[in-house]
């Protein structure tokens, strides 16, 4: 059984819209609007070969004709923004600027990102979810562990698209309300993802490659005197699960600041649950308020299903923070790292401080229960 199979039915998208066409995704899979494929196979033949002139002459033979343009609908133009950005990333990782060398793919981006409303580059989601698999897989390096690294980001998507709901029910539900633990105990399923997703990129990709070989292809280019970062997995929206649980009222300017800079990098739905909920009561801030209305020693069974929930899922954001952070490290080790900031933008400092900051969080809630345990998973509720 390949990881293919593992996490392809998890593209079921529950209760958000199933009309999203970003949702679509065996059908921007399949798109090919810029008649690419043999052109993006042999990408890393000419990447490898460090050959410049092929990849902008590439680049240029793929910007379509703005009449073109104007007759695709949202799909197409995903899986456009897609191959160009393999051709961005690729330039820019052999210190060519793309849109100096190709100006004319500048509109063409511009448009691309008006029409999908995403940033003008290509994101992780074109990189991971919405790439090809099998022959038409687009990749820098044709490489396994690229592909493992494209694999274990695109595991977590389902997961979080899903974890929209499960946070949007917390965020309007009580500790005393019967469904409060059970929205957190689908959100700890939701969330078990990105564990397995670090888990098996521990397993298959090393330091060594991601720091020499593939980081560089995440560098930022420049559209219209803006910096745009790559395609990095930071930008994964993990914070949407953070915001709901502590984020929104228990954060650091570090952290916000970080988020402020990746938020135009997802998608349009879970901008406006950032919109929507930024500045409420977190899970957090609820429950500590409801603890510390009640005796330690009588807490009404209600609040202490919440409360340990709660610390069931921040504590895996623990694991998933403690294990990402162990990589990240050697990835941008001085005897290794070639950027000092992350693809996404930011030090391994900052992961330091989110996983203090989650870590704080799950110690406050755990505190409460002293007699609970706190690593037993739930069975979610239906
Ligand atoms: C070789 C593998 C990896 C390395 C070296 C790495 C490194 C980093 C670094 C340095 C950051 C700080 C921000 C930035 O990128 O600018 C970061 C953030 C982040 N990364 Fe990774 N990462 C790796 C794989 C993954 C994977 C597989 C996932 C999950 C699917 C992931 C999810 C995240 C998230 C969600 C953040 C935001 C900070 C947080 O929520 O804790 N990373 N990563």
Redesign the pocket.
């Known amino acids: 059984m390949t990881l293919y199979d593992l996490v392809e039915p998890g593209l079921v998208c529950r209760s958000n819209d199933p009309a999203e066409p970003r949702y679509r995704i065996a059908e921007i899979r399949e798109a090919d609007p810029l008649g690419a494929d043999a052109l993006l196979a042999a990408v890393p033949a000419m990447n490898h070969a460090a050959d410049v002139p092929a990849l902008t002459v590439a680049l240029r033979a793929l910007v379509p004709e703005p009449a073109r343009l104007a007759r695709w609908g949202v799909v197409e133009c995903l899986a456009a923004m897609r191959d160009l950005g393999l051709l961005l990333g690729s330039l820019k990782r052999h210190g060519t600027e793309p849109v100096a060398a190709v100006p004319e793919v500048g509109p063409v981006l511009r448009e691309l990102g008006r029409r999908t409303d995403m940033v003008p580059r290509d994101t992780v989601h074109h990189y991971t979810t919405w790439n090809p698999l099998g022959a038409r897989r687009r990749s820098y390096t044709a490489t396994d562990m690229e592909r493992h690294?494209q694999d274990?980001?695109r595991?977590?998507f389902p997961s979080l698209v899903a974890a929209l709901d499960s946070c949007a029910e917390v965020a309007r539900l009580e500790p005393y309300d019967p469904g409060f633990a059970p929205a957190l105990d689908r959100t700890a399923q939701h969330v078990q993802s990105?564990v397995d997703?670090?888990d098996?990129?521990?397993a298959n990709?090393?330091?060594e490659?991601?720091?020499r070989v593939?980081?560089p292809y995440f560098e930022e280019i420049d559209v219209d005197g803006r910096d745009y970062?790559g395609p990095?997995?930071?930008?994964?929206?993990?914070?949407l699960v953070?915001l709901t649980l502590w984020q929104s009222d228990r954060s650091d300017p570090a952290y916000d600041a970080?988020l402020d800079e990746?938020l135009p990098y997802s998608l349009p739905a879970w901008r406006a649950f950032h919109a929507a909920h930024r500045g409420s009561v977190s899970a957090v801030g609820k429950v500590s308020a409801a603890l510390s209305w009640e005796s330690a020693h009588r807490l009404p069974p209600q609040l202490t299903a919440s409360a340990l929930s709660l610390a069931r899922v921040l504590r895996l954001l623990k694991t998933?923070?403690a294990r990402?952070?162990g990589?990240?490290r050697?990835?941008?080790h001085d005897d290794l790292r070639l950027y000092d900031?992350?693809?996404?933008?930011?030090?391994?400092a900052?992961?330091r401080t989110?996983?203090d900051l989650?870590r704080d969080n799950e110690t406050l809630v755990r505190r409460a229960l002293p007699h609970a345990d706190v690593s037993a998973p739930r069975t979610p509720a239906a």
């Open positions: 690294l274990a980001v595991m977590v990105v997703s670090i098996f990129t521990v990709v090393t330091p490659f991601f720091a593939l980081r970062l990095a997995a930071a930008q994964v929206p993990l914070w953070d970080f990746s998933f923070r990402h952070i990589i990240a050697k990835a941008y900031n992350g693809s996404g933008g930011a030090p391994v900052l992961l989110v996983l989650t």
